[in-house]
């Protein structure tokens, strides 16, 4: 009986033993099962926002083709700076194109996007100005723009019907800077006194003779305020001391009178004509007179 009783109890011990074991195991394998889990399920995740950034970045290369490339971005860029209330918005925009080289760095780059490769200027999206003040001057304006401009200068006019045609066959076709009167005459059938009336309404105006720029109207008044800015913003920079001024001080100064276009248009006007030297400090760009 007592043996019995013995061996009863040696089984239960056991029982509880082996049942304390199995228990302990099974949390042992629970905890095993539930780390890894957790970090299998991370890597998953970070696999899968790894797939999905991948797949954003190849959509957005596509979602960018056939985007303004870098030229007309800074093109548009300029364009917000120029004052039209000045000009009671009777002029279109005009934007310099050596202001684009003090965004675009690479003048290689405007060159080619704005002229060489069909990319503005020859499909038609911009036409280019000469002003005459200087040979190395050029004024750039969407075409859209100046056409709007020049239709509504001249639409109470006798001109009118002549500048309408002109826009239509001559800037609608041909994206040259300046004409010759046999071209005029031959290619555009455009006669003595039809030019004579281009030239009173201001769409051209002379080169020589016998030949033509193509002219804004009303552009006379941009001209004299451009020069004149141009040099107050040179003489601030002469005045500061070493002939340097802060980028950010020099675009924060007001009431310059004689600054019309305004401090910005004038700051990307001299960095892109390398009458200053840009030099980066630890507080921003220092303009330095170029007096070379």
């Not at 934007?95 to 020859?122: A, G, M």
């Amino acid at each position: 009986m007592c043996a019995a009783v013995c061996v009863s109890r040696s089984d239960c011990v056991k029982e509880a033993v082996g049942a304390a074991a199995t228990h302990e195991g099974r949390v042992m394998n629970r905890k095993r099962n539930i780390i890894p889990d957790v970090f299998r399920k991370i890597k998953k995740q970070k696999v899968g926002l790894a797939e999905e950034f991948k797949l954003s970045v190849k959509n957005e290369a596509k979602d960018f083709e056939g985007m303004p490339n870098d030229t007309k971005s800074a093109l548009i860029f300029l364009v917000s700076l120029f004052p039209r209330k000045l000009f009671d918005d009777s002029l279109p925009p005009i934007v310099l194109k050596h202001q684009l080289y003090s965004i675009v760095k690479d003048k290689t780059t405007v060159d080619r996007q704005l002229i060489d490769q069909n990319e503005l200027k020859d499909l038609g999206h911009v036409r280019i100005f000469q002003f005459g003040f200087d040979t190395d001057v050029f004024g750039i304006v969407f075409t859209e723009d100046y056409k709007s401009k020049v239709l509504a200068a001249t639409a109470m006019k006798e001109t009118a019907s002549t500048v309408q045609r002109f826009l239509d066959t001559v800037v609608n076709s041909c994206t040259d800077l300046g004409f010759n009167k046999d071209k005029m005459l031959k290619e555009f059938s455009f006669h003595d006194q039809e030019i004579t009336q281009l030239v009173n309404a201001g769409v051209l105006t002379v080169r020589d003779v016998g030949s033509w720029w193509l002219a804004i109207p009303g552009a006379g008044r941009f001209v004299k305020y451009f020069v004149n800015g141009r040099k107050a913003v040179l003489r601030m920079i002469r005045k500061s001391k070493y002939n340097e001024v802060l980028q950010s001080d020099l675009e924060t100064r007001k009431g310059v009178s004689m600054v019309k276009l305004g401090i910005q248009y004038h700051v990307h006007d001299i960095i892109g004509a390398e009458l200053v030297k840009c030099i980066p400090t630890t507080t921003g760009t220092l303009l330095r007179l170029n007096e070379s």
